[in-house]
């Protein structure tokens, strides 16, 4: 069976696949960038390629960053190793094999709708939840895209006046909804952020500590309306969302939807579905190759 390779690019290290049409992989692995130049990510490819069990019939590449389609350019201010490179280009050059580049957010939310809801909805937003709030959009059962990386969810502000954001405006959702987004809530509550991390967070609701369980109540009040914003849009059937701190849903689920179903746009209640995802850390290499096989 003809299957695709899946690249899921990272800053320090590549996450690789072998996935066939019905989405099972083989080949799984995580290889380390050695150095942090350009030229370590190409010989990392490289190895990968060279040491797989069959050779694949093409590449998927899922970006860390906006990707220009058209000059074949990704946009990743924040990973100075790629940044502006010409990643398709060059690995096809390198090893002989058609690739296809696209943002690894959307690479995620189109394989959590082929594999998960195609039957079943045509219109979905997906967000991820970690370093950053990232995500893609499913309209009419395809994914949007055009000549450049679309959905750019993380920049959509709620507050004029709020937290700078890389990009250069106050208040987007990046710096809100992400893993440095509920630390900084629960240093806002009085909490002390010393070694604190998400994780630990979790830790401290499960034993009821009240201060970490109003910060994830807090979040979830924020992603809520987030949520309904986007929902406004289009009236989507489903929002999902992945990432790392979708892992933690467990405590501010429950708020999550309660806010939602209250800020929801009136015409559109009953009509939109919250729903954590499924595919966890696979969802790009399988969007990859959903994109890639044509599914
Ligand atoms: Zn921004």
Redesign the pocket.
Known sequence: MEKVLCLDIGGSSIKSGLVDISGNITDENKSVIKEETYESFLETVKNIVDNLSEKPKGIAAALPGGYDIKNDAIFAPNLQILNGRHIKTDIENMCGIKVLAENDANLAAYGEYVFGDKKSVNNMIFCTLGTGFGGGLILNGKLLQSDITLFEV??L?INIRGRK?????NG?L??YCSTSGIIEIYKELGGSTNGINPYILSEKAKNNDTLALKTFEEYGRLLAFAFANLAALFCPEKIKFGGGLSELSEYYMDCLIDEFEKLLFPAYKGRVKIERAELKNQAGMLGGAALFFGL
């Open positions: 993380g920049h502000s954001c890389g990009c250069g405006r987007c990046d710096e």
